[in-house]
């Protein structure tokens, strides 16, 4: 087995089944989105687009914001594959390089609502970063606009502190990948706050049999719902809702998951 390359984030798009999970979710932002009236959506990390490209189907005016230029490059590729849907929904889709806090500065608002998916919110850096990419979705949302965050469960994580999530196999055209994702629970840092290091690693298989290895370590903040309970206030938001599934069951601690919604005051 050789280790020959760092693992992109691109590779999230095989891990991904997104028939299916664009089919389970999509009816929650689709209510979400005819309740509030929003015509004009920022997707932020919104990473190869689907999310994007789905709300984009259905008619509306999307912004896709990335600061990974391999993901940027995968989305471009997708919106190539789905223009015919989205100009058939009657909805645009621009994608933009950026990062969190930068939405602003990027001159991208008004919006109707701001969402960021696939737990990507843990990116930011630290509670400081947190505070100030909060504070960012708010300058670019009209009054009352819609904030969705959907991120993996931290307060489970941090109380049970498990050391791996299943790994999945899926098979390609070039061979069989392996995505297996570990976990490590580093001390705080007093003035950066909770971190977990995730290590995404890839073992595929050639058609010939050979193995190889690729990995990348990701630290991402960790962000439990008290912690948003606290800070969303603080940027200015109010009506804070907190699900633990896009069924819309009330988040619990078991969840491996939650989806946080708030308006803008």
Partial sequence: ?????????????????????????????????????????????????????????????????????????????????????????????????????????????????????????PHVAGRDGLTETLADFATVLVPGGLLVLHLLNHGRLLANRPRTIAPKVVDTDHGTKVFVRLIDYPEPDPGYGPVLDFDFVTLERDLSGSWSVAGRRSPHTAITVETLKSELPCAGFSRIEAFGGHDRHVLTDADESMIVVARRA
């Fill in 1 to 121: 087995m050789n280790q020959e390359r760092e693992a992109p984030q691109s590779d999230y798009d095989e891990f991904v089944n997104w028939d299916r999970r664009l089919a389970n979710e999509g009816p929650f932002f689709r209510g979400l989105f005819d309740a509030e009236g929003t015509r004009r959506l920022i997707d932020v990390g919104a990473g190869s687009a689907r999310h994007a490209i789905m709300f984009a189907t259905w008619g509306l005016d999307v912004v896709a914001v990335d600061p990974d230029d391999s993901m940027l490059e995968a989305a471009e590729a997708n919106v190539a594959r789905f223009a015919e849907q989205i100009q058939a929904g009657g909805g645009s889709l621009e994608l933009v390089r950026g990062g969190f806090g930068e939405l602003g500065r990027l001159g991208l608002g008004p919006a109707d609502a701001v969402t960021c998916t696939g737990n990507a919110l």
